[in-house]
């Protein structure tokens, strides 16, 4: 099994940063392209940023310029660098990841439990 775990989130204000982080532990024999997505108040789940294992990015229109993805392949952890923070920018963000847990498995997609941030004065 495979566990990804958030964290980072928190209360910040209009223009303000967070960093989040997103740890991937267990058996894991290769970690695929990892993912954020976000759920406002009362919208559907939407990608925020992607990156592979050899760290292509992807962004959504509405974070790009604001937001940086990356991620340590030594550590098996991907970060997402918020700033300029908006109001909008208000939700839980989820943390998916595609695993291989051994040479023989298939892929599987996992997901964390989410961490809460709130854009608000």
């Known amino acids: 099994q495979v566990q990804l775990v958030e964290s980072g989130g928190g209360l910040v204000q209009p223009g303000g940063s967070l960093r989040l982080s997103c740890a991937a532990s267990?058996?894991?024999?290769?970690?695929?392209?990892m993912v954020w997505y976000r759920q406002g108040p009362g919208k559907q789940r939407e990608l925020v940023a992607s990156?592979?294992?050899?760290?292509?990015?992807t962004y959504a229109d509405s974070v790009k310029a604001r937001f940086t993805i990356s991620r340590d392949n030594a550590k098996n952890t991907m970060y997402l660098q918020m700033n300029s923070l908006k109001p909008e920018d208000t939700a839980v963000y989820y943390c998916?990841?595609?695993?291989?847990?051994?040479?023989?498995?298939?892929?599987?997609?996992?997901w964390g439990q989410g961490t809460q941030v709130t854009v608000s004065s």
């Open positions: 998916n990841a595609v695993v291989k847990e051994s040479i023989i498995t298939l892929s599987k997609a996992y």
């Open positions: 267990g058996s894991i024999f290769r970690l695929y392209t």
């Open positions: 990156i592979t294992s050899g760290g292509n990015t």
